[in-house]
């Protein structure tokens, strides 16, 4: 008896799921640019995927072969060849992998670091909310990209570097909504409800409180990536990003400027992946918002 009721329950909350998961998603398609940003999203993770399937690492992407430099392009080289020619389509393809994982890896430690700050800070409050919040309000009276300048110069240029810069200008960010949303979420009912029950200030933060305001996080941690992705690409153009030979969207601009009139291809077509990855991860935040927003489902 006791184990058909728990499968019961398993299939009303699964039931419960299917049915929130199917109002999300007729609200998020309604909204083209959204839908758009998903099919650039797709793209680009299938970019990322079978890289090393379209285009080969070494010989396409590192191998200098200076008797193909400068190449229009043609349908030997798609998107033609940089200054020392290497083939501009297979680093574009390789460089995706690179902006997407410095962007979704300062994401998520930004978020998980940055979540964990303001659940503390926003359910217990008291001294060790205005310690944590100080801190953070210093942090951010630095601007985000003086911040990042200055730990990398500090550090030395490099992806681990840079990704650590980035987590620190991002996690006030995340801690900043994570606290306003856990504050008015730990005044609801339900919480009460679990307190008398005798459940643990842990068990409520992570069982009753997170799951309830994951909706604004995932909206900004969509935003972040954007942001993320294009700062990466400004850091590398002034050469305090990814070094070469790895292929970044940014470093590639960078390495193309001197060439930017004669062959502006080289310039075009990387600052075209970072200006739609960027606008991608920007819909699809929009698009998130609004689908998760109980007033536009009325």
Known sequence: MGERMVWQNRQLLWERRKKQFKEFWQVFRKNKLAMTGLAIFICLILMVVFADTIANYEMQVIHQNRTERLKKPSAAHWFGTDTVG?????????????????GFSTTAMSLVLGGILGSITGFYGGALDHAVMRIIDVIVSIPSMLLNIAIVAALGPSIQNLVMAMTIAEIPRFT?????????????EYVEAARVGGASNRRIIIRHIFPNIIGPIIVQATVSVARIILT??????????????????????SEAREFMM????????????????VFSFNTIGDGLRDALDPRMKQ
């Open 86 to 102: 290497r083939d501009v389509f297979a680093r574009i393809i390789h460089g995706s992998r690179v902006s997407l994982l410095i």
């Open 232 to 253: 990466a690409a400004g850091l590398s153009f002034i050469g305090l990003g990814v070094q070469p030979p790895i292929p970044e969207w940014g470093a590639m601009l």
């Open 262 to 277: 004669t062959n502006p291809y080289l310039i075009i077509i990387p600052g075209l992946f970072i200006a739609l990855s």
């Open 176 to 188: 900043r909504v994570t606290r306003s949303m856990v504050i008015g979420a730990a005044e609801d």
